[in-house]
Structure formats: C-alpha cells, structure tokens
C-alpha cells in the first residue's frame, strides 16, 4: 500500500522497538519521523466592551466567524504568534493580557492556545485571509455563523472570567 501524499515510500508505520504507538519509521536507517500535535495561538480581542472578530476568507469554515487565531510559527511564543494571526487576520495591533485557554482537539491533532488581548488603537481593517472584520457587543455575536466549537469555547470562557484579573486557564468543556 502506498504511502500519504508526501511521505516517502521509503518509510513505513511500526511500533519502534521501546515506543508504544506506530511511527512512520525509514526502513532503510531507522529514523523515526514523529507527527506531533499542531498549536494553535489566538486571542479574544476587546475594545471598549465589544470583541474583535474575523470573517473567514479560507477554508475550512469560509464565510463564518471566528476570533483571530492560526497555526503557530517555528521560532516564535504562543504569545507572539497570537500576536501575528491577529495582525494577519484583522490588521489589529494588539496587547496580551493573560492566558485564557487551553484546548486539546485530539481529533484534528491540535492543542489551542488562546489569550485575552485588548486593541493597542481602534485601526483594524481585513487581512488577506479575512472578508470582513468587526468589534461586536456581546449580544451581536454572530452565534450561529460561529466557524469553530472552540470560538463558541472561548467565548463563553471568556464572558466568565470578565473584569477579573486572577484566574486558572480553561480547558475542553466537559461533554
């Protein structure tokens, strides 16, 4: 059977001699090519009471709404990578607060990070993977239209721990 698109057919999947899980391994040497869980960095992004929120220019999802958030970069903190989508997706400069939380979405193999952030000035305008950008009151949150669970996760976190400074980051609801 042929490998995935982009693997080489000179690796295979096994369970390396001392692991427990299958790897791709290269039958030639040995070498064992891990794939690891990507990470996510975003942030819910607030100015004067409302939050900052990008329609989505690209698959999945395109069309529906979701906070600036995005695969982070190699060499960069998930501080500064949160940073970057936003600017990215929304043209916002933007100032980390705190962490407000951490998701494990097994399924697509990702964990999300996602911090409070507030706007450094109200100058904000679509990036090239958003149609739209907008600051939103609570009560006009698009909560149908959301892209992801995790938005809807977010957000919800985020209402809770409002005004407050000194809180644990939040994970996975529970089902």
């Known amino acids: 059977m042929a490998n995935a698109p982009g693997i080489p057919d000179h690796f295979h999947r096994k369970v390396p001699e001392g692991d427990e899980r299958e790897r791709l391994v290269c039958k030639s040497c040995g070498f064992i090519h891990y794939e690891n869980?990507?990470?996510?960095?975003?942030?819910?992004?607030?100015?004067?009471?409302?939050?900052?929120?990008?329609?989505?220019?690209?698959?999945?999802?395109?069309?529906?709404?979701?906070?600036?958030?995005?695969?982070?970069?190699?060499?960069?903190?998930?501080?500064?990578?949160?940073?970057?989508?936003?600017?990215?997706?929304?043209?916002?400069?933007?100032?980390?607060?705190?962490?407000?939380?951490?998701?494990?979405?097994?399924?697509?193999?990702?964990?999300?990070?996602?911090?409070?952030?507030?706007?450094?000035?109200p100058e904000f305008s679509p990036g090239s993977e958003s149609l739209e950008v907008g600051l939103f009151a609570w009560d006009e949150i698009p909560w149908d239209d959301l892209a992801f669970p995790s938005v809807h996760w977010v957000l919800g976190h985020y209402r809770q721990v409002e005004g407050q400074t000194n809180f644990a980051p939040f994970t996975n609801p529970k089902p």
Do not use: N
């Not at 998930?78 to 980390?96: D, H, K, S």
């Open 37 to 121: 869980p990507r990470i996510i960095a975003g942030a819910v992004v607030e100015h004067d009471g409302k939050i900052l929120l990008c329609k989505r220019a690209i698959y999945p999802q395109k069309g529906r709404w979701t906070i600036p958030a995005g695969f982070m970069e190699l060499g960069e903190t998930p501080e500064e990578g949160a940073i970057r989508e936003t600017y990215e997706e929304a043209t916002a400069r933007i100032r980390i607060t705190d962490l407000l939380a951490v998701y494990s979405v097994t399924h697509i193999s990702q964990v999300h990070m996602m911090y409070r952030a507030t706007l450094e000035s």
